[in-house]
C-alpha cells in the first residue's frame, strides 16, 4: 500500500508539477484577457488582446483546449494596467513567446 501511494504521489507531481512554474515573456508580448464563455468557463479574448512586458514574470496555469497558453501575471506586467499594480491577471500568450 505504502509504495502505491508513493507512485501516486510522484505520478500526480508529474501531472500537475507544471501548474506553479514560473515563466518570463521573451520580449514585449501580445497577450488577451479572459472573457466568460460556454457554461461559464473562460477563455481567451481575442478581439481585445494587451501588451505584456519583456521579462514578465508569469505564472503558467493548467489549461487545456486552447491554441493558447493560459498564464497568470502581475497586472504591473502589461502596459494597460499601473505598474504599480500587484493584482493577479489571467493572460493567454502564444507557447512560442514564453522562455
Same mark, same amino acid.
Given at each position: ?25 521573451? %520580449? ?8 466568460? !464563455?460556454? %457554461? ?7 478581439? $481585445? ?5 519583456? !521579462? #514578465?514574470? *508569469? ?15 502581475? #497586472? ?10 500587484? %493584482? ?8 512560442? $513567446? *514564453?522562455?
Amino acid at each position: 500500500m505504502r509504495i502505491l501511494l508513493k507512485k501516486f504521489s510522484h505520478l500526480l507531481l508529474i501531472i500537475f508539477g507544471e501548474i506553479h512554474k514560473m515563466i518570463k515573456t521573451k %520580449r514585449d508580448t501580445i497577450g488577451y484577457l479572459s472573457q466568460r !464563455g460556454h %457554461r461559464g468557463f473562460y477563455y481567451p479574448d481575442e478581439t $481585445n488582446p494587451v501588451i505584456l512586458l519583456k !521579462g #514578465a514574470d *508569469l505564472e503558467r496555469l493548467h489549461w487545456v483546449g486552447s491554441h493558447l497558453v493560459a498564464t497568470c501575471a502581475k #497586472a504591473g506586467d502589461i502596459s494597460l494596467f499601473s505598474d504599480k499594480d500587484e %493584482r493577479k491577471v489571467s493572460v493567454w500568450i502564444r507557447k512560442e $513567446n *514564453l522562455e
